[in-house]
């Protein structure tokens, strides 16, 4: 077997895997900060399971690397899970390989606001999230934060992702400002995902519709040509003389 084709089968291989260990990932990381008094015991097995899991990221980016023809090219187009990998400071987007689930649903999906209620429903979702569980668990500590909790946490994304953002909450630290550049970010993205499956609904509605009124004119210029043929050929036919019956 080819090292192309051995690539493509370890791809097909571990996509779902790895999407479950990511999702493992966000319990692990997010359930510490959203429950800050849990047991130390439990504490330490998150952890843990965060290291393992990282692990399993590294070495799923090493082998992929190392099964890759142009290296090079393959770290160009893979910088940002090398980042991810590489700075603790952005251990949360690890979760996001989450996305990939999407892509699985979406082939399932054939209409295309079907395709965009999918992707914009779980990416919002996942990324909301992933953001306020990040900017808690950097602003919590801080004594003059305006984020102590979780409903601060996803008030914040909620008004930061749709670019409303009202200012009453807002991280200091140097890891929440980072999670909120990742959301502004991320929430430009979606809007525009967003607009362009509007856009494209309206224009594949409108060709329709012209197609549709289109395709009404051909049959009623055909219908109206019938019937003017029909009163030709009713004009050229002669009448027949009336009967008359016979007296007994």
């Known amino acids: 077997m080819g090292r192309d084709a051995f ?66 090219r393959f770290l160009r187009e893979h910088v940002v899970d090398l980042v991810v990998l590489a700075l603790p400071l952005l251990r949360p987007l690890r979760a996001l390989r989450v996305v990939t689930a999407f892509g699985q649903l979406n082939r399932r999906a054939a209409s295309l606001r079907g395709r965009a209620m999918v992707y914009v429903v779980g990416g919002v979702g996942l990324l909301g999230f992933t953001s ?70 309206f224009v594949e509605h409108v060709s329709r519709q012209e197609r549709e009124e289109a395709d009404l004119r051909v049959q009623v210029s055909a219908l109206v040509e019938e019937v003017r043929a029909l009163r030709v050929e009713l004009r050229r036919t002669p009448s027949e003389p009336p009967v008359v019956g016979s007296v007994g």
């Not at 291989?13 to 800050?36: H, K």
């Not at 409303?164 to 991320?186: E, F, H, K, Q, S």
Request: charged letters at 15%; proline letters at 4%.
């Open 7 to 72: 690539a493509e089968r370890y791809q097909r291989a571990v996509e779902w895997p790895l999407t479950g260990v990511a999702v493992l990932f966000l319990v692990a990381y997010s359930w510490p900060v959203l429950e800050p008094g849990m047991a130390g015991s439990v504490r330490r097995v998150c952890s843990v399971a965060t290291v393992v899991i990282w692990v399993v990221f590294a070495g799923d980016f090493l082998l992929r690397l190392g099964l890759a023809r142009r290296r090079m």
């Open 132 to 201: 306020a569980v990040a900017v808690l668990d950097a602003e919590r500590s801080q004594p003059s934060a305006s984020i102590k909790n979780f409903g601060d946490a996803t008030w914040w994304a909620v008004t930061t992702i749709t670019t409303v953002g009202y200012g009453d909450r807002y991280p200091i630290t140097g890891a929440g400002r980072v999670a909120g550049v990742g959301l502004m970010l991320g929430g430009v993205a979606l809007l525009g995902v967003v607009t362009a499956a509007l856009a494209s609904w």
